[in-house]
């Protein structure tokens, strides 16, 4: 899969493709049937598929105070489409400038200048330019005039409802996890590298792994039974905790993991947490000598949890 960051880095080589736009957030089972149907049309005119996504997201460029809370970083993304096959990546910057861009000018300088669309693949309620000017119907005309056909995306559904990065939100915002997994084709996880932290865990004698969130609003918070990936062939069990880490005066949001029975220096080293069960909300104990026994606790419980449901 390639990956192009920025308009300035397209060149003639990557003109020529069917597209589909969008946040694509969780990229969850609705995103891999739209890129399965853009892969599809593309096959059928001999020309590459291509998402085209932007950074940071529209409403985290609009709202920075009150973002979205985030279900996949980039890096993310980029795993989970790689994953489906996809041929390439276009990841748009999102500034004032890219904001300010008429509806007419997106579709001249992204779709025709920038990829020569020969299709495109998006929601027919897909809204577009400054002030969301262009719309599905502006996108047929220009097509029209342009030589790209425009299709509606597939509309994926899940017990009733339409699966959505919205829905999935809601979802680990209910401590569903299940739900999460189900709407996304996966456990919900997290990915990062593996960073120094305070030691506190260390000094406690439950050491942990600390990931960087990089996300300016985390859809989980609280203590959970987990998976990690990326440190052996096998899942390792663990105990997370995504907080602020109240009973020290934290104030930063911070993904801690303590992987039951493993020792090692793993300092840089990327690793996945997948979220099986929320054991509890984060609490703010008087002293650092009740809240090591209350992150026994939590071991012991995760560990109960983690074994009776065989993972």
Known sequence: ???????HNLRARHRGCVATIGNFDGVHLGHAAVIRQTQARAAALGVPDTVVLFEPQPQE??????????????????????????????CLTFDDDFAALSAEGFVERVLHRGLGSKGLVVGD???????????????????????????????????GGRVSSTRIRA????????????????????????????????????????????????????????????????ARAGVASIGRRPTVNGTDMRLEVHVFDFTGDIYGKRV??????????????????????QMQRDAEAARAWLKASGT
């Not at 000017?133 to 994926?156: C, H, I, K, S, Y």
């Not at 990915?191 to 989980?220: I, W, Y």
């Not at 997948?274 to 809240?291: I, Q, S």
Request: charged letters at 25%; glycine letters at 10%.
């Open 272 to 293: 996945w947490v997948e979220f099986k069960h929320k054991l509890r909300d984060e609490l703010k104990f008087d002293t650092l000598a009740e809240l090591r026994v």
């Open 61 to 90: 460029f609009f709202k920075p105070q009150s973002p979205l809370p985030r279900l996949t970083r980039l890096y993310e993304k980029l795993v989970a489409m790689q994953a489906l096959g996809v041929s390439r990546v276009v």
């Open 171 to 234: 979802c680990l915002a209910a401590d569903d996890m299940v739900g999460a997994a189900a709407l996304l084709g996966r456990p919900y996880a997290m990915s990062g590298r593996v960073v120094h932290g305070d030691k506190l865990g260390r000094a406690l004698g439950m050491p942990t792994l600390n990931l960087p969130l990089r996300r300016r609003a985390s859809p989980l918070q609280g203590i959970f039974a987990v998976e990690v990936r990326g440190l052996g062939p096998h």
């Open 125 to 159: 309620d897909f809204r577009f330019g400054a002030g969301r000017r262009g719309d599905f119907a502006m996108l047929q005309n220009a097509g029209a005039r342009m030589g790209f056909g425009v299709e509606p995306m597939a509309t994926v559904s899940h017990r």
């Open 1 to 7: 899969m390639e990956f192009i960051r920025g308009l």
